[in-house]
């Protein structure tokens, strides 16, 4: 689905992605961990073109996004991303947060969003927030809806930015609980998280970033069993 080759981003003359080699294949779950810095959010980033790679390609669909003549749109549109600080328009209610975007580009009528929204709203189990506003949910209702706008989308992938680092400790189960749900529906996921229990129960591979490089990756049994990587292991001791 995915197929990065020897991505590489620089901000200035800060090399930040230093050839990064990767596929990605349908339904797989892919974890990313690492130390702050390691340039784990900028990948996720060039993968949507939220940054514009300096080297390298990245053929999504069977198409190179990374040349210039790309659709930028469609290409995002098929690509559902959650962030870490939810991201929800603070003056629309939770269903129009939810129906915008598919609305605004003319993918759906305002009615059918309205229904899928609804639909949404109920398999993120929060059916009766839909004329609610984002201040008036706790942070975990929030990043829920977040998932909702992004799956209102029919996205091929999930992206996930560290989607549970701002909540209160008592509300990074439910996101993570819809998460795994959604894994167990089938999609495609990549998740830079530091929960090291998801990446262990959902992840079909882990990989571990730093400096830039993709520094070693497996099944997450062997990946948390027996890493090879020194930085790996020093990171795990810290971790878990
Ligand atoms: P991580 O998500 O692993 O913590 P990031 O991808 O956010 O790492 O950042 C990797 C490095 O790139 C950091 O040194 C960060 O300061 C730098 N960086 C990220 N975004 C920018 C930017 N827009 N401009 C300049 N430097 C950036
Ligand atoms: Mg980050």
Redesign the pocket.
């Known amino acids: 689905m995915i197929s990065v080759n020897n991505l590489e981003k620089s901000?200035?003359d800060?090399k930040?992605l230093d050839g990064i080699t990767e596929n990605i294949e349908k339904g797989e779950k892919v974890v990313i961990i690492?130390?702050?810095?390691?340039?784990?959010?900028?990948?996720l980033?060039c993968l949507n073109l939220l940054?514009q790679p300096t080297g390298g390609s990245i053929i999504f669909e069977g198409t190179d996004i990374t040349d210039s003549k790309a659709d930028i749109d469609s290409l995002r549109r098929k690509m559902g991303m959650v962030f870490q600080q939810f991201n929800l328009f603070p003056h629309l209610t939770v269903k129009e947060n939810i129906k915008l975007a598919p609305v605004k580009l003319k993918l759906m009528s305002k009615e059918e969003a309205d229904k899928k929204a609804l639909e949404l709203l109920k398999r993120v189990g929060l059916p009766d927030k839909a004329d609610a506003y984002p201040k008036q949910l706790s942070g975990g209702q929030q990043q829920r809806i977040a998932i909702a706008r992004a799956l209102a989308m029919n996205p091929d992938v999930m992206l996930f930015?560290?989607p549970t680092s701002a909540l209160d400790p008592e509300m990074v189960g439910e996101v993570l609980q819809l998460m795994k749900e959604l894994a167990e529906d089938g999609m495609t996921m990549v998740v830079?998280t530091h929960e090291m229990g998801f990446a262990r129960e959902v992840a079909t591979r882990v990989l571990f970033?730093d400096g830039?490089i993709i520094a070693e990756q497996n099944n997450p049994e062997e990946f948390f069993e027996h890493p090879k990587n020194l930085r790996l292991q020093e990171f795990l001791s810290q971790v878990l």
């Open positions: 901000f200035g800060h930040v690492g130390p702050s810095g390691s340039g784990k959010s900028t990948f980033r940054e930015d560290e830079v970033m830039g």
